[in-house]
């Protein structure tokens, strides 16, 4: 599979009025991605994957800036594009699912007009096709009776529906990859599994690639190829699914895969110690070392650099090849 996605020391600060400011959200991230393949970023909140998303699609709030690394996606540059060309990129080759449908559908447009939309202006699709169009799109999310839920709104569905309108919105303008920022957040436990069917078989359908932002490593272990771990606007370990669920070398990646509970297991839940630092106030060395059982003194005083531990296989810590062991994190059921 060819390379669609490059991106290279990615750096995005948001700055308070004024400047006095800097908070370093994104913080020099790098990774790839190839056509069809899936990706997942994992992580506590505020470590910087949704601002990793939008600074991808250029849509981030105007307290926010890229201030270095590249974003070449499918042989161009993305940093250098003004917010004019970046409307022909959104939506025709890249397109984002939000967590919250309510908050990207239009209570007053009906759904056949919002998923007509990008079909139109991305498509030129016209008349009969683009109504033919929508229903296909419907029916490729699995919306039944798409004659009748295209003229109904948004409040006429549940939020499952209404999650898959917004991915039928995504698919519209035909995009080699759509990014989902946590999608199931807000659905129960049946329909979310319905819906990330719903994305494998269009992704198997069409080949479009995939980033999946989500707190939940079990959603990852069934969507994705490789994952992404990130903490304080880094990514501190990436590789394969399976390299780093069976042997994940970075204490937080083992700690995060120690708090997910697993069927048939009888073993206690672990907790990770303290909360996610300010990143307008980092630690110094290691940003994971206040919460790190096995902090050094060269932990506190350098910040660890990456590290090859096999192919596309990456982690940012000093213990080296030394596994961290589960049982020194807090129990958190004890």
């Not at 990706?39 to 201030?67: D, F, M, Q, W």
Request: charged share 20%; proline share 6%; aromatic share 6%.
């Amino acid at each position: 599979m060819a390379e669609l996605l490059r991106v290279s020391g990615l750096q995005t600060h948001y700055t308070s009025f004024g400047g006095s400011r800097v908070v370093k959200a994104v913080d020099g991230i790098s990774f790839t991605l190839r056509e069809g393949e899936t990706i997942g970023l994992v992580g506590e909140s505020g470590c910087g994957k949704t601002t990793t998303c939008l600074s991808i699609v250029g849509l981030l709030p105007s307290a926010a800036h890229i201030v270095g690394g590249n974003i070449e996606f499918d042989g161009e540059e993305l940093t250098t594009k003004r917010a004019r060309e970046m409307r022909h990129v959104r939506g025709r080759k890249i397109a984002m699912i939000l967590q919250d449908p309510m908050a990207s559908l239009n209570p007053l447009f009906s759904i056949y007009l919002q998923v007509a939309e990008p079909a139109y202006y991305h498509q030129r699709a016209r008349g009969r096709s683009l109504r033919q169009r929508v229903r296909e799109l419907l029916q490729a999310v699995r919306i039944p009776s798409p004659e009748v839920r295209m003229r109904e709104y948004p409040h006429q569905m549940s939020g499952g529906m209404r999650q898959r309108v917004v991915g039928a919105i995504a698919m519209a303008g035909g995009p080699k990859l759509i990014i989902a920022d946590e999608p199931t957040t807000n659905l129960d436990v049946t329909i979310q599994a319905q819906y990330l069917e719903v994305l494998k078989d269009i992704q198997r359908e069409t080949g479009v690639a995939l980033i999946f932002v989500t707190h939940n490593l079990g959603i990852v272990a069934k969507m994705c190829d490789r994952m992404a771990v990130m903490y304080a606007g880094k990514i501190v370990e990436q590789g394969s699914v399976r390299d780093l669920f069976r042997a994940g070398r970075h204490p937080y990646t083992q700690a995060l895969l120690g708090s997910m509970p697993k069927l048939g297991s009888k073993e206690r839940l672990l907790a990770i110690p303290g909360q996610p630092p300010n990143l307008a106030r980092l630690p110094s060395g290691c940003a994971f070392h206040p919460r790190c059982p096995h902090a050094m003194s060269r932990c506190i005083e350098e910040e660890p650099v990456e590290r090859l531990i096999d192919v596309q296989w990456t982690a940012r810590c000093w213990l080296g090849d030394r596994e961290p062991a589960k049982e020194t994190y807090v129990s958190a059921t004890a």
